[in-house]
Every structure is written in C-alpha cells, then in structure tokens.
C-alpha cells in the first residue's frame, strides 16, 4: 500500500515545489544577465562607434562641399 500524505504535508510540498520553481527562475534570470549581458553593451558600444564614425565623415563631406561651392 501506498502512504496517502496528510494535508500539512501536501501544503509543505507545495511550497517546496513553488519555491524549486522561483529559485529555477532566479537562476535563469541571472544566468542570461551574466551569458548576455556583456554581448549587449559590446554591440552597443560598436553601434555607437560605428555611427560616430559614419557622422564624422557625412559632416567632414559636407564641410568640403561648403567651401568648393560656396
């Protein structure tokens, strides 16, 4: 025979269920910070440099334009 268990002790599995289930999340939220998190400020920081760059050189053409023709 099977042991039915009690109700303290399906409300304590309970909780020990929905504690697993919050630890797990917690565990996979700090896992992507740590995983991903560096990607993101890397790509950013390439963005950032890569529109500088394409800004400097629009607005260096458009200087040497003002002065050929104006």
């Given at each position: 025979?099977?042991?039915r268990k009690t109700r303290s002790e399906?409300?304590?599995s309970g909780y020990r269920?929905?504690?697993f289930?919050?630890?797990t999340s917690e565990r996979a939220s700090v896992?992507?910070?740590e995983e991903f998190g560096y990607?993101?400020?890397e790509y950013v920081v390439k963005d950032?440099?890569?529109t500088l760059i394409y800004t400097v050189v629009i607005v260096g053409l458009l200087i040497v334009a003002k002065m050929?023709?104006?």
């Amino acid at each position: 025979m099977s042991k039915r268990k009690t109700r303290s002790e399906k409300i304590e599995s309970g909780y020990r269920l929905q504690n697993f289930v919050l630890k797990t999340s917690e565990r996979a939220s700090v896992k992507d910070r740590e995983e991903f998190g560096y990607l993101a400020s890397e790509y950013v920081v390439k963005d950032l440099v890569k529109t500088l760059i394409y800004t400097v050189v629009i607005v260096g053409l458009l200087i040497v334009a003002k002065m050929k023709l104006g």
